[in-house]
């Protein structure tokens, strides 16, 4: 599309870049944000405790003093892993009691 605009190699990259910040990133936090759904629902039902998530993502956060810019990263920021493993919280924990009790 920049060859055809004309843009030539710096409106190319910057072409590039723009799609990438929009479309490539976000899309790619979205499935990560998914996996660790998808990850502690099933921990619950093999009957690990859930709540352990969250431990590991606020020990990462302690480890890791500098942090990408949101809108930069391909991974969903720990703060925001860590709030979204508590949000699911209610629903995986009853699956993680259930496992408990059949074990």
Known sequence: ??????????????????????FTLPF??????????????????????????????????????SHPLKFMSTHPSNDDRIADLKEVMPKVLPLYEAAARNR
């Not at 944000?33 to 302690?62: C, F, H, Q, S």
Request: glycine share 8%; hydrophobic share 45%; aromatic share 4%.
């Open 1 to 22: 599309a920049s060859s055809a605009a004309g843009l030539g190699d710096l409106g190319s990259a910057a072409l590039n870049m723009a799609a990438q910040y929009t």
């Open 28 to 65: 790619s936090r979205t499935h990560e944000t998914e996996a660790d759904l998808m990850g502690v629902e099933l921990m619950a039902r093999a009957g690990y405790d859930p709540r352990a998530a969250i431990n590991v993502w606020e020990k990462m956060n302690k480890l890791n003093e």
